[in-house]
């Protein structure tokens, strides 16, 4: 058994919490009222994180095709000065282009209109300098959202701030967690009917998370849903009604965990919101609990590891489904849902795509939380598949941590068969094209206990490549048929977000760099580019002032997966990043740190 001062020493290896004073609460300017509801984009633009409510990230632009993409070449680039992980979308929005870069969160808008897209301004918000010391995974940010000519972020140190899209002028700030208690945000905002929803980080320090609202005329808090706790905290009332029998009862955020661990048990809404404005429904995930150590908290520990469908306007839960019930592999719940109409039995209905951490795809009807089907899409050896009946993951008691022994062939590991990169869909191939990684592990628990603002983890791991020896994989999946159409190898976990356009063309980057564009129906190899650093970024497609279509991504690698480059971590320590650093002991040859927007179209 590992004794606390173990704890005490790692956590002083992985994540040191720097002094420093916190901002104020939240403060606001007289300003004119945000109107409630944002229109969509442009066919051209790209105004929130996935394009759209759906989370398709499809580009409806076809200039560019599966014919002549070969044919692309840089167009103009630009430098954050950062060189840390990259993970933000761009947004576009008229003539402007808007960019959040990891800690320090600089916000920089770019003139699309003038040769070589220059400088228009850039909102420094100078978060805490302690936030750094508490970021789990990299000081990443994952973009922006735009509405009403505004435009919302968040910051490393749990900050929500509004500008002004045309002038960068500050228009609200909010401070809605405490880095002393190992809490940040990390996420991009979603604007939903004068909403702005966001949620927090943190469940490797214990954090208990939440999802928020808040007004995007003001941001004063207008709800917040807790992940964990009593009803009235998780906003669960008369409407809940979930579909399982196992989600129906009353406190189950209580009843399902050790007295009082709910408190610090995780659940952190870090990761993608979807918005279906037919049915009035948000969906997002939430994380693992805490800590990995899944003795230390016997019971299904609700409600993390799972999906909440709430109402925006007041953040009342309507169903929630568990991914993985007291979850024993860090399999977060937090990855997109992309929302699609689909013929099911020879009729229509709406239903959600999700890649989960736990290796399957599952495809759910949205209205009520029925698990349609979930296929594994990568080795599975951590369960045998979802119970439809029940809707419950059968697990492998076999792979199952416990205190004292090493588990070997966990399958797939910690970050899961695909982690926070999102899919993207496209409307005629009728395909998710995944992005993910293909990684085992060999993991070892331990007694850890709680102390504010250190690591909470109680698990020592080790990952390596998965079956075929590579480690990432780009895979397009037919949702309907509950199967792959084609995928890819990549020697690499490709931890970048997807594009899909209507030009029947894909696009993704790799952690050594390469930015590639896939024929959509094939997945056959058709222009790939050269980066200065491996890419982590989420591609973006919009129509430039000069009515060309151009593609986008930063490059600058990082995040969990490119933390031994990033965090100048000794790879010999196959268990630094909470074990990433054994499987990815090469990608110091392979490429450097780096922090830069590359836009691409066709020649004129």
């Known amino acids: 058994m590992r004794s606390h001062n173990h704890t005490q020493k790692r956590s002083v290896r992985w994540a040191s919490l720097l002094a420093g004073s916190l901002l104020p609460g939240a403060f606001a300017l007289a300003q004119p009222a945000a109107p409630a509801d944002a229109p969509p984009p442009g066919e051209g633009e790209w105004t929130m994180p996935a394009r759209d409510h759906a989370s398709t990230r499809f580009s409806p632009l076809a200039e560019i095709t599966s014919a002549n993409v070969a044919r692309l070449q840089p167009a103009f680039t630009f430098s954050t ?24 969160n ?22 805490d300098a302690g936030s750094q010391g508490v970021a789990c ?36 700030r909010v401070k809605l967690g405490d880095i002393r208690l190992g809490e940040t945000m990390t996420m991009a905002p979603l604007v939903v009917k004068g909403k702005v929803l966001v949620g927090n980080s943190g469940g490797e320090f214990g954090v208990r998370g939440w999802l928020a609202a808040l007004d995007a005329a003001t941001g004063k808090t207008v709800w917040r849903a807790w992940s964990t706790g009593p009803d009235r905290d998780v906003l669960i009332g008369a409407q809940f009604k ?48 805490g800590p990995w150590n899944p003795e230390q908290r016997p019971g299904d520990n609700r409600w993390t590891a799972g999906l909440f469908a709430r109402r925006p306007d007041t953040g009342e839960a309507v169903w929630f489904y568990q991914f993985s019930p007291h979850d024993l592999h860090d399999y977060d719940g937090v990855n997109e849902n992309i929302l699609i109409d689909a013929e099911m039995g020879g009729k229509p209905r709406k239903v959600l795509v999700h890649p989960d951490r736990n290796g399957h795809v599952y495809l759910m009807d949205r209205t009520s939380g029925e698990v349609l089907s979930a296929q594994p899409f990568v080795k ?53 094209y995944i992005p993910h990684q293909n990684l085992c592990q060999d993991s070892q628990p331990y007694q850890v206990s ?155």
């Not at 000065?81 to 320090?104: D, F, K, N, S």
């Not at 199967?483 to 899909?500: H, I, Q, R, Y």
């Open 242 to 289: 979930p579909f399982y029998a196992q989600d129906r009862g009353k406190d189950l955020g209580v009843s399902s965990w050790p007295p009082e661990a709910w408190k610090i048990g995780g659940g952190n809404a870090w990761g993608w919101i979807s918005y279906d404005p037919e049915l009035d429904l948000i969906y997002y995930g939430t994380g693992n609990p």
């Open 137 to 172: 995974c990299d000081q990443v940010n994952r973009g922006a959202a735009y509405a009403h000519g505004r435009v919302f972020f968040n910051t490393l140190d749990n900050q929500t701030i509004a500008v002004d899209a045309a002038s960068g002028a500050e228009l609200w």
């Open 380 to 432: 599975v050896t951590t369960s045998s598949g979802v119970d439809l009946k029940t809707g419950r993951l059968r697990y492998d008691p076999a792979k199952e941590p416990k205190v004292g022994r090493t588990v070997r062939g966990i399958c797939p590991a910690s970050p899961g068969a695909k982690d926070w990169q999102p899919s993207a869909w496209s409307p005629r191939t009728r395909l998710v």
């Open 106 to 127: 600089v916000l920089f808008a770019l003139d699309l209109a003038k040769p070589g897209a220059p400088l228009k301004w850039k909102f420094e918000p100078r978060p």
């Open 81 to 104: 000065g950062v060189v840390r992980g990259h993970e933000a979308a761009p947004l576009v929005v008229g003539g402007t282009m808007y960019i959040v870069g990891p800690y320090p």
């Open 450 to 604: 709680y102390i504010a603002g250190t690591p909470y983890v109680g698990a020592e791991t080790r990952m390596y490549s998965g079956p075929g020896g590579h480690r990432g994989r780009f895979t397009a999946w037919d949702p309907v048929a509950g199967k792959a159409a084609w995928s890819k190898d990549e020697n690499f976990p490709v931890w970048s977000g997807a594009l899909a356009t209507a030009g029947d063309v894909v696009f993704y980057g790799t952690m050594d760099g390469w930015f590639k564009a896939l024929d959509a129906r094939t997945g056959a190899l058709l222009w790939q580019y050269k980066t200065e650093s491996g890419i982590i970024g989420q591609p973006v497609s919009y129509r430039g002032p000069d009515g060309k279509q151009y593609v986008a991504v930063l490059s600058g690698v990082g995040g969990w997966a490119g933390a031994v480059v990033a965090g100048d971590l000794d790879a010999r320590d196959g268990t630094a990043a909470l074990g990433f650093a054994n499987a990815m002991k090469d990608l110091s040859a392979a490429t450097r740190k780096g922090g830069k927007l590359y836009a691409f179209k066709l020649p004129d």
